[in-house]
T-cell receptor, first 114, second 114 residues
Framework: GAGVSQSPSNKVTEKGKDVELRCDPISGHTALYWYRQSLGQGLEFLIYFQGNSAPDKSGLPSDRFSAERTGGSVSTLTIQRTQQEDSAVYLC????????????FGSGTRLTVV | SQKIEQNSEALNIQEGKTATLTCNYTNYSPAYLQWYRQDPGRGPVFLLLIRENEKEKRKERLKVTFDTTLKQSLFHITASQPADSATYLCALEDRGSTLGRLYFGRGTQLTVWP
């Protein structure tokens, strides 16, 4: 597609429920990143995919967080047993995977855990 | 500890003046540094990338400098306009980290008033 698409744009969920966030990167971008942005905080790295593999998962906050990428394209970030501290904007970005230019970000999914 | 600090949380300037934003880093060895613009409710948008061996980059009204001795990047917007009002983020890739993983500052909110 023309840009990075994320869905849903907003998600309100009850504490303890599982949520799935979706990212559709730019076609041909081999690298895909998930970040989250909490109010007043900088972007916090979560996980990086190169193709379908995740060489760096070090940013995932706990084992309740997982992500996968299939076909070198769409990625889903899953949060199990959501907690209130999971409330944030989850941003996905893609790039060509080389040091040629910047990321292209999606508009994010605003997750609110009540 | 590693830090990326952007000079102030907010910067207010008059239309037509030059806005100068500062990004200082500690305990990183950047391969390159990037600047992004973020509007409310949107993902960051890539503006400029500058490599460790480059001193200055320009793009239209934007100029970025990079001083690895001072561990600092300056971001200038000349002839500023109200439409330039946004939050500006600096980000760097550290040589010791995963290729492509970026570390972000918290941003500077720029307001340009008529």
């Amino acid at each position: 597609g023309a840009g990075v698409s994320q869905s849903p744009s907003n998600k309100v969920t009850e504490k303890g429920k599982d949520v799935e966030l979706r990212c559709d990167p730019i076609s041909g971008h081999t690298a895909l990143y998930w970040y989250r942005q909490s109010l007043g905080q900088g972007l916090e790295f979560l996980i990086y995919f190169q193709g379908n593999s995740a060489p760096d998962k070090s940013g995932l906050p706990s084992d309740r967080f997982s992500a996968e990428r299939t076909g070198g394209s769409v990625s889903t970030l899953t949060i199990q047993r959501t907690q209130q501290e999971d409330s944030a904007v989850y941003l996905c970005a893609s790039s060509l995977g080389q040091r040629l230019g910047g990321y292209t970000f999606g508009s994010g999914t605003r997750l609110t855990v009540v | 500890s590693q830090k990326i600090e952007q000079n102030s949380e907010a910067l207010n300037i008059q239309e037509g003046k030059t806005a100068t934003l500062t990004c200082n880093y500690t305990n990183y060895s950047p391969a390159y540094l990037q600047w992004y613009r973020q509007d409310p409710g949107r993902g960051p948008v890539f503006l400029l990338l500058i490599r460790e061996n480059e001193k200055e980059k320009r793009k239209e009204r934007l100029k970025v400098t990079f001083d690895t001795t001072l561990k600092q990047s300056l971001f200038h917007i000349t002839a500023s306009q109200p439409a330039d009002s946004a939050t500006y983020l600096c980000a760097l890739e550290d040589r010791g980290s995963t290729l492509g993983r970026l570390y972000f500052g918290r941003g500077t909110q720029l307001t340009v008033w008529p």
